[in-house]
């Protein structure tokens, strides 16, 4: 069994944080710190776009439109990927998306919405 669950999400005002976090479960995640891990949000209407993304060696990438506001953080022992994220904007509303991928394995989380509204 695969498993990558989402929590974290909600409704916040523009300007506020949010702290996200993707557990992963089941014995394929069993080398979980070989995983390339990243967080993905899609908005309505919109294609998914890739927010960040971490490698097995913990180094951080990030969109462009996140830097600076986003970090990306990995537990390994716990198989848990983090993202905190500060100043939130209106255009950061979106499902947001947890993936896990290894060579030609890739997989998703459910995903979890984020909504950033006065």
């Known amino acids: 069994q695969v498993q990558l669950v989402e929590s974290g999400g909600g409704l916040v005002q523009p300007g506020g944080s949010l702290s996200l976090s993707c557990a992963a479960s089941?014995?394929?995640?069993?080398?979980?710190?070989?995983?390339?891990m990243g967080w993905y949000r899609q908005a309505p209407g919109k294609q998914r776009e890739l927010v960040a993304s971490?490698?097995?060696?913990?180094?951080?990438s990030y969109a462009d439109s996140v830097k600076g506001r986003f970090t990306l953080s990995r537990d390994n022992a716990r198989k848990t990927l983090y993202l905190q994220m500060n100043d939130l904007k209106p255009e950061d509303a979106a499902i947001y998306y947890c993936?896990?991928?290894?060579?030609?394995?890739?997989?998703w989380g459910q995903g979890t919405q984020v909504t950033v509204s006065s």
């Open positions: 993936n896990a991928r290894r060579g030609p394995l890739n997989h």
């Open positions: 089941g014995t394929f995640f069993s080398s979980y710190a070989s995983f390339i």
């Open positions: 971490i490698t097995s060696g913990s180094s951080t």
